[in-house]
């Protein structure tokens, strides 16, 4: 039977949209007959020391990230550079990734796919593929049984990776939903942005974290 490593890279921890996710990726690879995988959260300090040593005792390695500032999270980015020691190494595990943003569209995360790719092949594993989402603040929001049809998918993505040792494609498609915003959807976005009270959640985020006062802080700007 192989071993799931399953790793979440939100700053949120336990109660974040990428943990939600990866649960029900995992409840598909323990439906397909997989091992109850090990589940570590890199915001946790015991945790990402654990998920160094642990990357090198499993034979396959979800690892599901937010998209921040079109990227990943510094936690995501410093567990990626402690696996350098492994580079070189036979029998590395194979490697899958989630990567889920706020905003709607696929493509914001694709960069972030390619990147992961790319770590893949340095890392000499092999590559299962990255499940992309977009609209994932909204998890937090809605009650669990609006998304039924994404948890649906999440599981399907989670037996192909049991059974075929690889994300299905035709999932994978399916889950990403919105690549890009057709010309009229996207005006249609931005004139809604302009309503006021629609930047209500994020404002409240802001505030409720105490970076409210420095919301147009530009620390690496040349003033
Ligand atoms: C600091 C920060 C930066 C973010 N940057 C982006 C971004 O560049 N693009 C995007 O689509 N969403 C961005 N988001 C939204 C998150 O990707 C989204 O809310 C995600 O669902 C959070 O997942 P989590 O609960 O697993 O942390 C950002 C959120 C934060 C807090």
């Known amino acids: 039977m192989s071993s799931l490593l399953l790793l979440n890279g939100s700053p949120r921890g336990s109660r974040s949209n990428s943990m939600k996710m990866l649960s029900r990726v995992a409840e598909g690879w323990e439906r397909a007959g997989g091992a109850a995988p090990q ?21 396959v ?26 580079v070189g190494r036979s029998g590395n595990p194979r490697l899958a990734f989630l990567v889920q943003s706020g905003f709607q569209e696929a493509l914001h995360s694709r960069p972030v ?22 609209g994932g603040e909204a998890l937090q929001a809605m ?20 059974r075929d040792g690889r994300f299905d494609a035709e999932i994978l498609a399916l889950t990403a939903r919105t690549e890009r915003f057709s010309p009229p959807a996207a005006v249609a976005v931005k004139l809604a942005l302009m ?13 409720k974290n ?10 690496y700007s040349e003033r």
């Open 61 to 86: 390695v979800l690892l599901g990230t937010p998209l921040y500032t079109d990227s990943m999270p510094a936690i995501v980015k410093s567990y990626v550079e402690a696996l350098a020691p492994y």
């Open 39 to 59: 589940v570590l959260h890199l915001a946790y300090g015991v945790d990402f020391a654990r998920a160094v040593e642990a990357f090198g005792e499993s034979d």
């Open 195 to 207: 309503i006021p009270g629609t930047q209500f959640y994020w404002n409240g985020q802001l505030k």
């Open 113 to 134: 796919e390619w990147y992961f790719e790319k770590i893949a092949r340095r890392l000499d594993c092999a590559y299962a593929g990255t499940i992309v989402r977009g």
């Open 143 to 162: 009650p669990d049984q609006a998304n039924n049809r994404l948890w649906e998918r999440l599981i399907g993505l989670g037996e192909s990776l049991e």
């Open 210 to 219: 105490g970076a409210w006062d420095r919301r147009f802080a530009a620390p």
